[in-house]
């Protein structure tokens, strides 16, 4: 006889939920750096705090306004790298950001002004040429231009671009012809505080405006000059303050080439999206770029009318990268920036430009470490309420279910191994750290699952009180007992995520790890809970009244249907 729709096979669920268990923790010790140590957050190691002081072009204090949006920006890219943990606060005219752990280039890397712009490439040379010809004659021209012969960097065919860690090929014939430095015209040194009282920001604002007089200027003499004297060793007094409708002499991101560049064709502004991505053919990691309309548009006109010319990507002064046109763009198609990036720094930098520049450009401080503001202490007490109170949910079922309680503890027990793995894997993968609001969150995803264990066994007590035997009373019993279940999850799943959208910090935390444990209390319940109860009904050891402590509910079920025998005999007579 075929087996019924009720016919299940528990040992598929179990196999199945190993197999899971089996994979993650593969992931956990085969991948990345193979530490099995979630990650935490600042509250319980401490962490890296990076002070972002602001620089205006005139020098003037920035507005509340913009250090704000500069905030929500930040938070935003903080966000769109996952729930990492980090902090972003407004202290006076200063954006202070603290992340996990030691590592401070992720704080400098969220407060990039990561002001792009597109410009057509009018000229460059490799920095190395140019100290050995400086070195060799004094008196050489500043900055010289290619042979016309020499060949051109190969770009493939299918329009991906070459990247820019070598030098380009000027490809404008109107670059000016070198000439020798005339040392009376050399503008300013950009300039330093002074100890008569000149402060910092008009300090900042000097060297921004010597800095665009010598880099931004649109004669070729001073342009000259710039590729001349430019050091890309130092610090950029210009960063994030260039003008984009002036020339500009701007090194690569690398340090290895200058580059002469003309007025930018297309601002950030008009970036729709970016995404990492690995280009599988060329073996590297890009930054994949799509345009809103308008800067699609202009974008398909430059790439049409300057095939074989080079376009350089600044980001905040910088070229990023330049390649060689080789062909049109056309209008709403993607485009790529090239270049040195690992998969971090190229998801980094995409995740950075998604999400827009800052309305301020930013000096960095020197990073300092943060101790944990809450410490082990904290961490200890959070393990030890976890413990205790997974201790009492056990202790309440082993009392109050008897031997069924000892499932429910085992099915505890596989839940916190297979939350373990998740933890460790996300911290890995997607920056999440594991904080004090997140430990709570788990903890209370403890009791949301023991609350599906009283579901079920509760629904089975109601089957048997109606005169079924424990074996058959589970099948019925489950059968009711999902809708429930799965009922109560989607709620608590729904809130979790209506807190994590509308929430910001450490909120966020606690909500991401009550969704998680939410969507695996419905796994564990599917995939462990159910077939253990099945299969202990279908032995003659748990069916016992003494061992499964249901003996109670079948000495109710006897004497209704006693007293019901007696009513029919009643009514009989």
């Not at 939350?419 to 890995?428: C, E, K, S």
Request: glycine share 8%; charged share 15%; proline share 6%.
């Amino acid at each position: 006889m075929a087996p019924s729709t009720g016919t299940v096979h528990p040992v598929r669920y179990l196999a199945l939920f190993g197999v899971l268990v089996v994979a993650l923790y593969a992931l956990v010790f085969f991948t990345g750096d193979k530490s099995a140590t979630p990650k935490l957050g600042i509250d319980l190691q401490g962490g890296t705090r990076v002070t972002l002081t602001a620089r205006t072009p005139d020098g003037s204090a920035p507005s509340q306004d913009s250090l704000k949006q500069a905030q929500e920006i930040i938070e935003t890219r903080v966000n769109g790298l996952g729930v990492s943990g980090s902090e972003v606060v407004v202290d006076g005219d200063n954006l202070v950001i603290t992340v996990p752990g030691d590592d401070s280039a992720q704080a400098r890397s969220l407060g990039q002004t990561a002001r792009l712009y597109i410009r057509p490439v009018t000229g460059s040379i490799d920095v190395a040429t140019r100290d050995a010809n400086r070195t060799a004659t004094p008196e050489a021209p500043a900055a010289e231009t290619p042979a016309t012969d020499a060949p051109a960097p190969e770009v493939p065919a299918d329009g991906t671009q070459t990247p820019q860690n070598r030098p380009f090929l000027a490809q404008d014939p109107t670059t000016p012809e070198a000439t020798p430095a005339p040392e009376t015209t050399t503008p300013a040194p950009p300039a330093e505080a002074s100890s008569d009282g000149t402060d910092e920001g008009d300090a900042a604002a000097a060297e921004i405006a010597a800095a665009r007089a010598l880099r931004q200027s649109s004669d070729p003499t001073v342009q000259q000059q710039a590729v001349a004297n430019l050091d890309c060793s130092v610090a950029d007094p210009l960063r994030g303050n260039d003008d984009p409708t002036l020339p500009l002499v701007a090194c690569s991101q690398d340090g290895l080439n200058i580059y002469l560049l003309g007025p930018s064709i297309i601002d950030g502004q008009e970036i729709a999206d970016a995404s990492s991505v690995f280009n599988s053919q060329q073996s590297r990691h890009e930054i994949s770029l799509s345009f809103k309309t308008t800067g699609s548009n202009t974008w398909a006109e430059f790439t049409s009318a300057n095939i074989g010319k080079q376009a350089a990507f600044t980001l905040d002064s910088k070229v990023v990268s330049a390649p060689t046109i080789q062909g049109a763009t056309p209008a709403g198609s993607a485009t790529s920036i090239t270049g040195s990036f690992t998969a971090e720094s190229a998801k980094e930098l995409a995740n950075t430009l998604k999400y827009g520049s800052l309305p301020l450009s930013f000096a960095a401080s020197e990073a300092e470490t943060v101790s944990a503001t809450l410490g082990l202490a904290s961490l200890q007490a959070a393990l030890i309420a976890g413990a205790v109170g997974l201790v009492l949910v056990l202790l309440y079922c082993l009392v109050y279910y008897r031997m069924l309680g000892v499932l429910t503890a085992l099915s505890l027990i596989l839940s916190g191994v297979m939350v373990y793995a998740i933890m460790v894997l996300l911290g890995r993968y997607i920056g999440f750290t594991l904080d004090l609001a997140g430990m709570a969150g788990l903890i209370i995803g403890i009791g949301m699952t023991a609350d599906s264990f009283v579901v079920f066994f509760e629904r089975i007590k109601d089957e048997m009180r109606e005169g079924r035997s424990f074996r058959s009373a589970v099948p019925r019993g489950w059968a009711r007992a999902r809708r429930t279940i799965l009922s109560g999850n989607a709620v608590s799943f729904i809130a979790a995520a209506v807190l994590y959208v509308l929430a910001v910090g450490q909120v966020r935390g606690f909500a991401f790890t009550l969704g998680l444990t939410t969507i695996l209390d419905v796994i564990v319940v599917f995939l462990v809970t159910w077939p253990l109860v099945s299969m202990a009904s279908r032995s003659a050891f748990w069916s016992k009244p003494s061992v499964n402590g249901l003996g109670a509910v079948q000495e109710v079920a006897r004497e209704r249907k006693v007293a019901a025998a007696a009513s029919a005999k009643e009514t009989r007579a």
